[in-house]
């Protein structure tokens, strides 16, 4: 069906996560996809596939940052556990 979402996020609902959705044909018969963003209170805000797309990278970005930093620490426990203190 051609939906993206962000893994973790995609197929939440009602607490500020991300719902993907497929919007309703227009008359030539075409679909386009559309990613609703609900926020605390439910209200959705629709987004286009280039906004989706900036979401979805800044998400992997922070899965990146995330994945350095605890490499950083097991290097940092490993070097202490070695070093005697």
Known sequence: NGLIGVPG???MNGNGNLVA???EG???GHYSNQIRCYNC???G???QAKEFDLMA???DLDEI???NANYILMANLQQASTSGT
């Open 21 to 23: 959705t497929c919007a």
């Open 9 to 11: 996020n995609a197929n």
């Open 57 to 59: 990278a800044a998400a």
């Open 65 to 67: 940052e995330k994945v």
């Open 41 to 43: 209170r439910g209200v």
């Open 45 to 47: 805000i629709q987004l």
């Open 26 to 28: 227009n008359a030539a």
